[in-house]
């Protein structure tokens, strides 16, 4: 492949931050030759919520029969790679290793470069996959199960954060409501779909603004409204309908996200808005930014559901940015828990 393509990069990229365990082969950061992702859903579903320990464990018994199938779904053998590229942060740190030693013993045998993702800028980098035209600069509305961030992508890599969340991450928050309305884990899949049978406006539930602070969110405020109203209903005996409770604390959520979105792009002059992460595949955001966009005038990107969870092809695509710019990580490379947009 590499005599008939010399320009072309193949990159093998690995993520596994949270409870997924991922390896895609992505050529020149856009065109996906494959991209598998075996998921710890069903188990941590019993427990409500992602255990770190059993994350770590599950995914030291997956990630070899993972990237296989990855390179042999791509017909793409270690030699005809360009590179090696893996998340190295945020995200949980047992989880991390087991991705970051992996990457590093294929990239050691196979003589490979090493190129080590940020989780939150592979995320952003979704958008590039189904969209070839898309290129910065954009904004960026970053939903995920730990970050609520407003960003600008200037350049291939190249980030400002200029709005995040005080408290909770959007993601939390559909989860934490999910769990008190009986939803269970991962809540925000389960609140989408209920919300599709309730009312949205059956219940006024706050928008919260930060003073002083126009691209920021709070979601912790909405989620305690929530929390009281469920308690009050209890208390006087009144029937809770589960469906509008969603519907309306789901339009609490998407009403400020897109509203401090546009509010942003047309401050700093964007035409171009995406949304990343998780809650990107949520209906009602999709819906309501795209009709915020139209209203606007501005070209609204997203990607497909499957790019918006944590996957490896969004992992390729930021690594390709990164590769040419002639990013390379050493053997020393570490997991980095808390690892900030834009740091190195
Ligand atoms: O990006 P992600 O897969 O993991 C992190 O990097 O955090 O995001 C997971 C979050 C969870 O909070 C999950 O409930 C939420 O994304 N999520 C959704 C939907 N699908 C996943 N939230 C709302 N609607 C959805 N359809
Ligand atoms: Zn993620």
Do not use: M, S, T, V
């Given at each position: 492949m590499k005599n008939q393509e010399k320009e072309d990069v193949v990159i093998l990229a690995i993520e596994s931050s949270c409870d997924e365990t991922a390896a895609a082969v992505v050529k020149n950061g856009r065109e996906v030759l494959s991209n598998i992702i075996s998921s710890q859903i069903d188990l941590h579903t019993l427990y409500g919520g992602v255990v770190p320990e059993i994350a770590s464990r599950k995914h030291i018994e997956k990630i070899n029969q993972v990237i296989e199938e990855a390179l042999a779904k791509a017909q793409v053998s270690l030699k005809e790679l360009d590179a090696v590229a893996v998340t190295y942060g945020p995200g949980l740190v047992g989880a991390l290793l087991v991705g970051v030693a992996e990457a590093k013993a294929i990239a050691y045998a196979a003589k490979l470069p090493l190129v080590g993702v940020h989780h939150i800028e592979g995320h952003v980098s979704a958008n590039y996959i189904e969209n070839p035209d898309l290129e910065p600069p954009f904004l960026c509305l970053i939903v995920s199960g730990g970050h609520t961030h407003l960003v600008l992508v200037k350049e291939y890599g190249e980030y400002e954060i200029i709005g995040r969340t005080h408290d909770d991450a959007a993601g939390e928050a559909y989860d934490k409501v999910a769990r008190a309305i009986g939803l269970g884990y991962p809540g925000g899949p389960k609140i989408d779909r209920l919300a599709?049978?309730?009312?949205?406006?059956?219940i006024e539930f706050p928008r919260a603004k930060i003073e002083g602070s126009e691209y920021d969110f709070s979601f912790s405020g909405l989620k305690s409204a929530v929390l009281n109203y469920l308690n009050s209903c209890e208390m006087k005996g009144e029937e809770i309908n589960r469906a509008d409770v969603a519907a309306s604390f789901q339009q609490a959520v998407v009403d400020v996200l897109a509203e401090r979105t546009m509010t942003a792009a047309k401050e700093y002059g964007m035409k171009k808005v995406a949304i990343a992460g998780g809650v990107a595949s949520n209906s009602a955001l999709r819906a309501a930014m795209m009709s915020a966009c139209n209203r606007n005038g501005l070209e609204f990107y997203r990607p497909s559901p499957i790019f918006c969870t944590d996957n490896a092809a969004m992992i390729g695509a930021a690594a390709y940015y990164e590769y040419r710019k002639g990013v390379r990580s050493g053997l020393d490379l570490n997991a980095v828990p808390n690892l900030k947009i834009g740091e190195r």
């Open positions: 599709k049978e309730g009312n949205p406006h059956a």
